[in-house]
């Protein structure tokens, strides 16, 4: 059970630019390390560190939720297909696609401020998603 987490952990990277105003690295770390009571993001640039609140902390942990959920539905998921109309038909787009191709963008109030943190998740097989 742990050990699919960690492998989870390594899979599922969060990112952001630093908020300092002549800095913009990105800083990047694990979605499951937030979950540590005191965990800090720091600029490997700048070497700002970055303490993120309780309440930011619950949502980040909450999309670590839905991503071992989805993780858990891989195999249904790896067949299921979202089905668009358009002129002339429709087009089909394998979830797994929508998964794996788009790139997760959330915007979170970060004290003061809305960051974009951009989500990055591998597939826990390569053979998963073709
Ligand atoms: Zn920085």
């Known amino acids: 059970m742990s050990n699919s987490v960690n492998e989870l952990a390594a899979k599922a990277q969060i990112d952001f630019h630093c908020l300092e105003a002549d800095c913009a690295e990105v800083i990047k770390f694990n979605l499951a390390d937030i979950v540590s009571k005191d965990f800090q993001a720091v600029c490997p640039k700048c070497h700002k560190a970055y303490q993120l609140d ?10 670590l939720d839905l991503i071992q959920s989805i993780r858990k539905a891989e195999d249904i998921l790896g067949d299921a297909m979202v089905s ?22 959330i915007t979170l109030d970060f004290g003061d401020r809305k960051v974009d943190f951009h989500l990055w998740i591998e597939p826990s097989s390569q053979d998963t998603f073709r």
């Open 84 to 105: 668009v109309n358009v002129a002339g038909g429709d087009v089909r787009i394998p979830y797994a696609l929508l998964l794996t191709r788009l790139n997760t963008l």
């Open 54 to 63: 309780a309440s930011l902390r619950d949502k980040l942990s909450r999309m």
